[in-house]
């Protein structure tokens, strides 16, 4: 591990960075571009973490026949094993000021490195279209009624939703975008700002939820009705599809740790996350536990939920309090990767602007009302599924970094196109990690298929392997990567000694 110090390369200007391989966006960053202190990274993952589908994680695995601890121990500890990769993947980010994209280039090459960054942006782009949607929808359900009764809301069969319900995910669309607009910086201050308003109102919430339902005795009282063998039939089950929920910021945290001051920021500003997951799912479960002892009934969607509390007052704080926290984990979580793999394929043509404005049009042409309202849970299960496939990637690059590389990078030679550079490869593409990457993946398909409908049947060890997914896929490519690898190291041996590494590091 490096120092607490992480100096950028300072002496980036004195080589010919190919044209085709950076600009403004891709060089690494600068001593002045390092502005993240810890607490603003603890505030990147509270925007991230305060959203509506994390307020349904522990409550659905109670719905599944967990104690109400064991749904949020379960959360707890995938985020406690996702910490790890995540901070191993963000200390190249900090150390060399580098991007995911770039860092990809180290273990796939130089132009192999579009594949893993390509797949990371396709599911993001999806995930913003939807979630855009569910902003946009969180608009809709707390308008007025006298507004929601009018022919606006009439149901248009060409464009497949009502033009109220287009325009409020149009003026979520328009209102993500103004902050993207800002780039990174204004990416930063969001999530800085947001954090501690967004703790106030989760916790005005959990207080209301206390105070009207008498305490929290009936959550509480909600025991496992699973025997032994059941819990962890349905306990690793769960665990990965928990670790899948951020697998994919596992992936581009670099984009987030290149701007912070040190390896410690970046360590402790990360350490959080598991208590912030326990934290936020602990309210959501509590406070839906709590509607059934005050309204009779269970309503788990939190949008529904403050719709029914009613008042004038507490629609603005809802439509306020819902679209801050859409808004801070759309942004951080499926803009910044789609963006910078836009950039990586073509430096000359993208910034990162274009990048998140063509990301945001994508979500647009994706059309999320109409997949949601066809098959939510196939959208939802494709995604997090994807997610898992995104595991050997990671394994990947961390088997590169840490037991190829010893954590030793030549940033020259990442901005280089030369046949003789050390990432390089064959044609630009290491092979090893092409084949790595598609056994680490193939085993988990057919599970993937039988998940989302399309094979009745499957042995059962594709079962086991795909409720295990990330696990499988994570190691078993990265392991694959370093064994071949092993028997192709002649050109890594005559590295060159990289002036632009810091020698603090």
Not at 301 to 324: C, E, H, K, R
Not at 471 to 491: E, H, K, V
């Amino acid at each position: 591990m490096a120092s607490a110090q992480s100096a950028p390369s300072p002496k980036f200007d004195e080589f010919e960075p190919h044209p085709s391989l950076t600009n403004d966006d891709l060089r690494p960053t600068t001593s002045v571009q390092r502005t993240f202190a810890w607490w603003e990274m603890a505030s990147l993952w509270i925007g991230l973490v305060v959203g509506v589908p994390t307020y349904y994680l522990a409550g659905s695995l109670v719905d599944l026949g967990m104690a109400w601890w064991q749904g949020i121990a379960t959360v707890v500890a995938a985020n406690i094993i996702l910490l790890v990769p995540l901070v191993l993947t963000g200390h190249p980010g900090t150390r060399y000021g580098i991007s995911f994209p770039v860092l990809a280039r180290s273990s796939f090459g130089i132009r192999g490195a579009h594949i893993p960054t390509l797949l990371r942006a396709l599911v993001g782009c999806g995930w913003y279209g939807i979630e855009t949607w569910i902003g946009g929808e969180a608009i809709f359900l707390l308008l007025p009624k006298f507004i929601k009764d009018s022919t606006l809301s009439q149901f248009l069969p060409w464009l497949g939703t009502s033009s109220l319900e287009f325009a409020c995910f149009i003026v979520f669309w328009l209102a993500q975008l103004t902050i993207v607009w800002k780039g990174m910086d204004g990416i930063r201050e969001l999530e800085k700002y947001s954090a501690p308003i967004l703790i106030v109102l989760t916790s005005c919430l959990l207080v209301w939820a206390y105070v009207n339902a008498g305490g929290f005795a009936y959550m509480l009282s909600l025991s496992s009705r699973l025997s032994s063998s059941q819990f962890w039939s349905l306990f690793f089950p769960s665990l990965t599809a928990n670790i899948s929920f951020w697998a994919t910021l596992a992936l581009n945290i670099p984009d987030f740790t290149r701007y912070a001051k040190s390896q410690t920021d970046q360590i402790i500003g990360q350490a959080g996350l598991p208590i912030f997951m326990g934290a936020f799912t602990f309210v959501g479960l509590a406070v839906t536990c709590s509607t059934k002892v005050i309204f009779g009934r269970v309503i788990s969607n939190p949008i529904q939920l403050l719709g029914q509390i009613g008042g004038f007052t507490t629609t603005i704080l809802a439509i306020f309090g819902i679209s801050l926290a859409t808004v801070t984990t759309n942004i951080a979580a499926n803009v910044v990767a789609p963006a910078n793999a836009l950039v990586n394929l073509s430096p000359s043509k993208f910034t990162f602007r274009r990048g998140a404005l063509l990301t945001a049009l994508l979500g647009i042409a994706f059309q999320p009302w109409r997949l949601l309202r066809s098959s939510e849970s196939f959208v939802y299960t494709w995604l997090v599924g994807y997610s898992a496939l995104l595991g050997p990637i990671g394994g990947i690059i961390l088997a590169d970094y840490y037991l190829i590389r010893r954590t030793n990078l030549s940033i020259k030679e990442l901005y280089s196109l030369s046949p003789y550079g050390a990432y390089y490869y064959s044609g630009g593409y290491n092979l090893a990690a092409m084949v790595a990457l598609v056994v680490g993946i193939l085993p988990v398909i057919p599970g993937f298929l039988q998940k989302v409908g399309l094979l009745s049947s499957i042995p059962e060890s594709f079962v086991v392997i795909y409720n295990n997914a990330w696990f499988f896929s994570f190691f078993s490519a990265g392991f694959l990567y370093w064994f071949l690898s092993c028997f192709t190291r002649n050109q890594h041996k005559s590295l060159p000694v990289d002036t632009l590494l810091p020698s603090a590091n």
